[in-house]
């Protein structure tokens, strides 16, 4: 039990580092303008590990999951994000709202 416990504690501390890195990406693009309560879902599905690996790949652990989302997010450029990308997603609200 309590090296489960260390275990689960060191998982949590590398998750609040990917929710970290994920924020930070967050905030850059809304000081760039973008307005949307999908930002933080948008973000995460770019930086997900499995989103274009094929079907038959092995699968990832839980610490290169969050190894390869950390360094995903580590070098996701806001600056490269169109409104098309944001809207094509489903994630920008209509202009009307």
Do not use: C, H
């Amino acid at each position: 039990m309590p090296r489960a416990l260390e275990e689960r504690k060191e998982r949590s501390r590398r998750l609040l580092e990917v929710d970290d890195a994920v924020t930070e990406v967050v905030n850059q693009l809304k000081e760039r303008g973008f307005q949307s309560p999908y930002l933080r879902a948008f973000v995460v599905a770019r930086v997900n590990p499995i989103r274009f690996r094929p079907k038959d790949a092995p699968p990832l652990s839980f610490d290169e999951a969050l190894d390869r989302m950390t360094k995903a997010a580590a070098k996701f450029n806001p600056d490269k994000i169109k409104d098309s990308d944001l809207s094509s997603s489903g994630g920008a609200p209509d202009e009307g709202q």
